[in-house]
């Protein structure tokens, strides 16, 4: 059975940087059938998609996230990572790592769905 | 705002049959068939319900179905039942360069 789970400091200051691991047991992080992403949500808010990561490293961020986003893979480790910098209390939020699955259609890759999800990890944005 | 848009909040009595909505573009939901369906009970992780617009994963109830009619995807829930009230959120691939996005969220209340 797949399991994610997200692990990282509860507490960030602000103006420093977000860095949260999910570990990915039960599967390899390196199939050619998923890709791997970030979710959060903003207490009593909805969802708001991050970013993704292939294992071979290519990414998709969010528009409004790109310029303070970085996540990467460690495929050594079954784990990859999300960096947000210059956090502001607007960050504040629980953090869900995901795994999409991948397809192919009309001449480039797509995806279906998120499938699993971690359980999710508080992180709090306060001096 | 969100780039997929749903009611927020939708309310039916037990046994009663309910529709949530989620209307996009056609870069996403008009575009493709990857519009998926997360139900969410408060301090739990969202879970799939549907996923390529109405097919239900293992285990989940075929009192949900879903469905998709041009820019618009819908989550039907049937035969309503108390431990059915919860966040839904759509949910489809974007050909934009975010691969993702999400719809804001539907707060379903049995009454």
């Known amino acids: 059975q797949l399991q994610l789970q997200e692990s990282g400091p509860g507490l960030v200051k602000p103006s420093e940087t977000l860095s949260l691991t999910c570990t990915v047991s039960?599967?390899?992080?390196?199939?050619?059938?998923?890709?791997w992403g970030w979710i959060r949500q903003p207490p009593g808010k909805g969802l708001e998609w991050i970013g993704s990561?292939?294992?071979?490293?290519?990414?998709y961020y969010n528009p409004s996230l790109k310029s303070r986003v970085t996540i990467s893979v460690d495929t050594s480790k079954n784990q990859f990572s999300l960096k947000l910098s210059s956090v502001t209390a607007a960050d504040t939020a629980v953090y869900y790592c995901?795994?999409?699955?991948?397809?192919?259609?009309?001449?480039?890759?797509?995806?279906?769905?998120?499938?699993?999800w971690g359980q999710g990890t508080l992180v709090t944005v306060s001096s | 705002q969100s780039a997929l848009t749903q009611p927020a909040s939708v309310s039916g009595s037990p046994g009663q049959s309910i529709t949530i909505s989620c209307t996009g573009t056609?870069?996403?939901?008009?575009?493709?068939?990857?519009v998926s369906w997360y139900q969410q009970h408060p301090g739990k992780a969202p879970k799939l319900m549907i996923y390529?617009?109405?097919n239900r994963p293992s285990g989940v109830s075929n009192r949900f179905s879903g469905s998709k009619s041009g820019n618009t995807a819908s989550l039907t829930i049937s035969g309503l039942q108390a431990e059915d009230e919860a966040d839904y959120y759509c949910?489809?691939?974007?050909?934009?360069?975010?691969?993702?996005?999400f719809g804001g969220g539907t707060k379903l209340t049995v009454l």
């Open positions: 995901a795994r999409v699955p991948r397809c192919y259609v009309w001449g480039s890759y797509c995806a279906i769905s998120v499938d699993y």
């Open positions: 039960g599967g390899s992080i390196s199939s050619s059938s998923y890709y």
């Open positions: 990561i292939y294992y071979s490293g290519s990414t």
């Open positions: 056609s870069s996403d939901v008009g575009g493709y068939n990857y």
């Open positions: 390529e617009v109405s």
């Open positions: 949910s489809s691939y974007t050909s934009s360069s975010t691969l993702w996005v």
